[in-house]
């Protein structure tokens, strides 16, 4: 969905082989030296027994053996706590491994990745949040076609957001079902064929160019789609230009705007190859330049479900179908009319 999965396992992959190798190593030069400092010791216990007095040179043998043994421990203790992070490495290397072989449980096989999605169908769907009493989405019955936009639109808080994550796989319905191309489905076929814009940015603390691309970097398009938000203007801004580390975290990082966030998060969404296209508020951070450009990279994606959640009356003008919320339930769900371009041009929600 974020498109970071390959390129995390490969990364973790990477790390527990460097990992293994560096534990290796560690764990036979500890050995190595303890040996000669064992040879090196008995050395030193015959001379000084030649050269002193029994008691004095047991003496300095006991010294020699207890400053060596500390050293040669704490050599040996650091080759042990190399050691202790491969179950995690190895972990996280199972899960990400999990997610890319995922498969689900459904009465006919989902879309695979790169498979086009014609339609998803929402049927009877309720959601509500652990510990609050009324439903964020409550019996949303809705159709979305391949080729057309849809506007979500409605106050702050109705559940735009909502529908957006249990479109993108991020929730599951309390109840009601999901499907794909009219066959029930699981999260896993949701992450696998949809792009995500979420309304709250993710920060990835990650090289800028991977952020702007994800796993894609090398294709034709995500060029092109960088080009579009003008990612090769805060690349540079950057010492490093897109090999930069982003963020505060991280030594060498620099952190940019949020403009600039958004720009990149909308260039790897765009750059996906991916049937479904969730943009949640996408103009809250724009300059006018970068919304006029995100405008037409939405009217040219005709090949694509697209969903949005927007105040923004531009945005709103290119869509096929309006669907308004109030109160988790759908209350309007039909073709725009002149009046929407004034309607829905309020603040940008915070659902």
Do not use: C
Not at 155 to 166: E, H
Not at 295 to 302: H, I
């Amino acid at each position: 969905m974020f498109g970071f999965e390959r390129l995390l396992r490969d990364e973790a992959e990477q790390i527990q082989r460097r990992v293994v190798q560096k534990h290796w190593q560690l764990t036979t030069k500890a050995f190595t030296i303890e040996v000669a400092a064992y040879a090196a010791m008995g050395l030193l216990a015959t001379f000084v027994l030649f050269r002193a007095s029994s008691i004095e040179g047991f003496i300095v043998v006991l010294f020699s053996y207890q400053r060596l043994e500390t050293a040669f421990g704490m050599a040996g203790q650091g080759a042990a706590e190399v050691g202790k992070s491969m179950p995690f490495l190895r972990g996280a290397t199972e899960v990400l491994g999990a997610y890319s072989t995922h498969t689900v449980r459904a009465s006919a096989a989902p879309p695979s990745p790169g498979q086009m999605v014609e339609r998803i169908e929402f049927r009877d769907v309720s959601f509500g949040y652990q510990g609050q009493s009324d439903l964020a989405l409550n019996s949303v019955s809705l159709q979305l076609q391949r080729g057309d936009v849809y506007a979500l639109v409605g106050r702050n808080g109705i559940g735009k957001s909502t529908l957006l994550s249990l479109l993108a796989g991020l929730l599951a319905p309390s109840s009601g079902s999901i499907l794909i191309n009219g066959s029930p489905t699981g999260p896993a076929a949701l992450w696998a064929n949809v792009s995500l814009q979420p309304q709250r940015m993710f920060m990835y603390e990650l090289e800028a160019g991977v952020v702007a691309s994800g796993a894609q970097a090398h294709r034709d398009d995500a060029e092109g789609w960088a080009r579009t938000f003008g990612v090769e203007e805060i690349y540079r801004d950057l010492p490093n230009g897109s090999k930069n580390l982003l963020g505060r975290s991280f030594e060498g990082a620099q952190d940019i705007s949020l403009g600039q966030w958004q720009r990149l998060v909308l260039a790897r969404a765009f750059s996906k190859s991916s049937s479904v296209l969730l943009l949640d508020e996408p103009t809250s951070f724009l300059d006018p330049v970068y919304v006029t450009h995100l405008l037409d990279a939405v009217a040219s994606a005709d090949d694509r479900i697209v969903v949005l959640s927007t105040h923004d009356a531009q945005l709103v003008s290119l869509a096929d179908w309006i669907v308004e919320l109030e109160s988790g339930r759908i209350v309007r769900n039909e073709k725009p009319n002149t009046a929407d371009r004034r309607n829905y041009n309020q603040e940008p929600a915070r659902d």
